[in-house]
């Protein structure tokens, strides 16, 4: 198992070895209660509307909803956090993912984005649809990606924890489509799971992160408990090089990036 160390988490061998092999890893105990009680009051600011997120980058990634009461929204998402709260940048959860993600895939790594995930209590229609990430971004030849997933709450089975499909990342990316309607309409993303394909469910507490690549199929089932919500907090890291071509052609992540770049992503979706 790792180690914390300051700014950094220092990944072990055999966590290395299993982020290669499967496609993710799990890491346990990465940041501290104090650390992820503060990251929480902010969290709470964007679940109340008390931080403003304009347009579609605070959106029901179920209904693609978006401009009403986030607070019947199946999955509450935010895009680029950090841009609506400035103060974030830089904090502890983005220093310590970056350490990990130059362990994981070498140098040369920066934040491309961030996110908020939350799923509320008795939200069984709170599905994340099966998925690879890499059907959403633009094409480009350096796919070294380390997505950290870091559990806001305890994530489990019956509250919607992540779910991977070990080795998918070996493949190439499946065909996609948008979950509903057209992009402009839905900007989910589904694929199809395949009949041998057996998915693994990852559950994690709070404070810990899994980081997986861009090719792993994962996705996650509803908040079917009671009383427990599941808050995700997501820093996804790609190389310099990747990040300054997406930036090149205008994009950002964000649910407000043109209809032109869209246009491009979509590209990907005809892909075998």
């Known amino acids: 198992m790792g180690v914390r160390s300051g700014d950094s988490y220092l990944v072990s061998g055999v966590e290395s070895a299993s982020f290669e092999r499967d496609g993710y890893v799990h890491l ?62 830089d904090n502890i959860f983005e220093r310590v993912g970056l350490s990990i993600a130059s362990q994981l895939c070498g140098e040369g790594m920066v934040l491309d984005f961030d996110q908020l995930l939350a799923k509320q209590p008795g939200r069984d229609d709170a599905v994340f649809a099966w998925h690879q990430d890499q059907a959403y971004w633009i094409n480009t030849d350096d796919r070294r990606t380390a997505t950290c997933w870091l559990a806001v709450d305890d994530s489990t089975i019956e509250n919607g924890c992540m779910q991977f499909l070990p080795g998918s990342h070996r493949e190439s990316v499946r065909p996609h489509r948008p979950l509903s309607g057209n992009r402009e309409d839905q900007h989910t993303l589904v694929t199809d799971l395949r009949p041998d394909d057996t998915l693994v469910a ?56 043109s209809p032109e770049i869209l246009a491009a992503v979509d590209g990907l979706l005809a892909t075998d």
């Open 28 to 89: 346990p105990g990465v940041l501290t209660t104090d650390e992820v009680d503060a990251i929480e009051v902010v969290y709470d600011r964007f679940m109340c509307g008390e931080i403003d997120v304009p347009g579609k980058d605070l959106y029901d990634m179920v209904t693609g909803e978006y401009g009403t009461d986030p607070t019947d929204y199946a999955i509450f998402n935010v895009m680029l956090p950090r841009r609506y709260h400035p103060d974030w940048k």
């Open 202 to 257: 990852v559950e994690i507490r709070r404070g810990d992160i899994t980081v997986h690549n861009e090719g792993v199929l994962h996705g996650s089932g509803g908040n079917t408990s009671s009383d427990n919500r599941r808050r995700a907090y997501i820093a996804a890291f790609r190389s310099i090089e990747t990040v300054r071509e997406e930036r090149a052609l205008g994009f950002t992540h964000s649910h407000n990036d």
